[in-house]
């Protein structure tokens, strides 16, 4: 597994749901990452005597010795937003803005969570501390679908996005999703990328607002990544089955081939991600967060602990890939 290959450390903060502790167990186990657990480390060992976490490293904000390094950098970055030495200590207390502060003062080198958090309340200290990546305009989240015995994709894994986090982008936003995920395709699949905008409409087979939308977000695209293969708009039959590709967009040569599924809003990719775990029993990642500064990333509240060894690996490796 790449992940083991130049180890990262990943900051786990909610240690008091037992699937992040299976987790964090099986992820020391296999050399996958090192951990660290925040909150007490009695409280959490207690909590699960059964499992074995010798190798963790646990970081309690109530008895931190950085706090105030925390405290400080927090007021320094969010001062013009009203928040004052009390507000960051306050915030520094919740184990979400605690285990991103770890993350942006290179203690950690991502974070997992949302097991049990929202979704909004994962990415919002992630946000206001970590920021975008430079060069990046929108942050966005896909899901790793994983398919077991499946022709189409890339051997039945692809990319699904945005899955998790833009309601109802704007043509140019979907422009740069599309980007953003052919360009983590590559990192994480390490596969060619071939990217499909999605549509209820192939190539001008209807006419909708809605199809015009993803036709400019085509267009822009390819402006802004022109060596990437990427088409559309292509109904999702046509974006990966060949034979159906080439019957409704004859001539490309993306058409019936692609992996990484842009959904046009997230209705659609959210309900298409759970429709292909459900019935195709696929395995299902994410949301994987794309465009934030350093790896943070959203957990499905349904996970199992399984689902989390897979987006700590995950984030794993986005990381040794923004390190270089």
């Not at 786990?12 to 299976?22: G, N, S, V």
């Not at 590559?186 to 909708?208: D, N, R, W, Y």
Request: proline fraction near 5%.
């Amino acid at each position: 597994m790449r992940a083991k290959a130049q180890k990262k450390t990943i900051v786990l903060p909610e240690t008091w749901d037992r699937r992040t502790l299976d987790a964090a167990a099986a992820v020391l186990a296999e050399g996958i990452a090192d951990v660290i657990l925040v909150g007490s480390k009695e409280t959490i060992c207690q909590s699960a005597p059964d499992l074995d976490l010798s190798k963790a490293t646990f970081a309690d904000p109530e008895n931190f010795e950085g706090m105030d390094e925390f405290v400080a950098t927090l007021v320094e970055l969010r001062k013009n937003k009203g928040v004052d030495e009390a507000k960051a200590a306050k915030l520094l207390k919740n184990p979400l803005y605690f285990g991103v502060m770890m993350v942006k003062k290179g203690q950690a080198d991502g974070m997992v969570a949302g097991a049990v958090t929202a979704t909004p309340d994962v990415l919002r200290p992630a946000l206001q501390i970590l920021k975008t990546r430079p060069g990046t305009k929108l942050v966005s989240a896909f899901f790793v679908m994983v398919v077991p015995d499946c022709e189409y994709g890339a051997n039945g894994t692809f990319i699904y996005a945005d899955s998790g986090l833009n309601p109802n982008p704007t043509a140019e936003e979907l422009a740069h999703i599309a980007v953003n995920s052919a360009e983590t395709f590559e990192t994480l699949v390490q596969e060619e990328p071939v990217v499909g905008m999605l549509s209820f409409s192939t190539k001008g087979s209807a006419s909708h607002s809605d199809v015009d939308k993803v036709v400019e977000a085509t267009r822009i695209a390819k402006e802004l990544a022109p060596n990437v293969k990427l088409d559309g708009e292509l109904q999702l039959d046509a974006a990966i089955v060949p034979s159906v590709g080439q019957s409704k967009a004859p001539g490309s040569d993306v058409a019936g081939h692609c992996n990484v599924l842009v959904f046009p809003d997230l209705d659609a990719g959210n309900i298409g991600y759970k429709l292909t775990q459900r019935l195709a029993k696929a395995e299902a990642y994410g949301p994987i967060t794309q465009g934030i500064a350093a790896p943070v990333n959203d957990l499905s509240r349904g996970c199992v602990a399984e689902d989390i060894v897979g987006v700590i690996a995950i984030t794993a490796v986005q990381a040794q890939q923004q390190k270089r």
